[in-house]
């Protein structure tokens, strides 16, 4: 279980929660289980009016919208959905999704979407997560969007990181497992980085996130509110040929790795730039 399951869970209050299931795909194609979510109320519905039918009369905490047609289609009954019961956290599963169907998850408050087949550990890992998530709707505010330039704003929680993170790594899906691997973990090491230092994971204090996409290079900004750092100082990292040394010590204080995921995201990505305060960081991804 990731840490971030674990923030929303242990904050989750003990009632029986509700998870609707829209769509024609099986638990056997889907490789998870209602047994996966054994202190959840688990209702699938196949057909797109009999699950409407059931949120008009029926709260429900998180709904799983798959379809073997277009994602379009898929983000049309999510937001069906919604119209339905403000504040339901709405997961989309579709067999392909476009850059514009990433833009509009995130402006329609979408939780997170998948392309199909997902690993199956990801998708009961979110549905998990999600229905423990009461906060969810302060997390992610878009400030502007359109295919090659996503703004946001990101309230300091792991639960949210971890939520942007799987839109991104949606939106890299042109590139190879590795490229994508490599750049996905960079974005998320120096955004979690941004909340830990920059804003001691408080969320009520926020973290601006830019991802550009121009003809030859993906580009992600980050800006913290914190005060910034030294980024000529030595960080806390023995040197590159130990940059282990330190976990332990950290690991001690309850801490992440520090130094060491800079260290780490220098050598995923192809440019790493930080401004005079040391709190904003632009990452530099060149594409063949």
């Not at 919208?65 to 999510?78: F, L, T």
């Not at 580009?219 to 040929?241: L, N, R, T, W």
């Amino acid at each position: 279980m990731t840490r971030a399951v674990s923030e929303v869970l242990s904050k989750a209050p003990s009632r029986l929660r509700e998870l609707l299931v829209v769509g024609p795909w099986s638990w056997e194609e889907l490789g998870v289980s209602p047994a996966d979510w054994p202190d959840c109320r688990v209702t699938e519905r196949t057909r797109e009016a009999d699950a409407m039918a059931h949120l008009a009369s029926r709260a429900v905490d998180v709904v799983v919208i798959s379809a073997h047609a277009s994602s379009s289609r898929v983000m049309n009954i999510a937001r069906r959905a919604q119209q339905l019961q403000p504040g339901v956290r709405v997961i989309v599963l579709a067999s392909t999704l476009t850059a514009d169907d990433i833009v509009a998850a995130l402006k329609n408050q979408v939780y997170t979407c998948f392309t199909l087949p997902a690993p199956p550990e990801d998708l009961r890992s979110t549905i998990r997560q999600a229905l423990a998530d009461d906060n969810w709707q302060s997390g992610i505010e878009v400030i502007s969007a359109v295919p090659h330039w996503i703004a946001l704003r990101v309230a300091c929680r792991r639960v949210n990181a971890e939520r942007l993170t799987h839109f991104m790594n949606e939106l890299a899906g042109h590139l190879s497992a590795t490229e994508r691997y490599q750049l996905i973990t960079a974005f998320r090491e120096v955004l979690l980085n941004a909340m830990e230092h920059g804003a001691a994971f408080d969320p009520d204090k926020v973290v601006e996130v830019h991802a550009v996409r121009t003809a030859r290079t993906l580009v992600y900004y980050f800006k913290d509110p914190g005060p910034g750092f030294d980024v000529h100082a030595p960080q806390m990292v023995a040197s590159e040929d130990d940059p282990l040394s330190h976990l332990d010590e950290r690991a001690a204080q309850g801490r992440r790795a520090g130094g060491f995921g800079m260290l780490l995201t220098s050598k995923l990505v192809d440019e790493v730039h930080y401004n005079e305060r040391g709190n904003e960081v632009i990452l530099v991804k060149h594409l063949d």
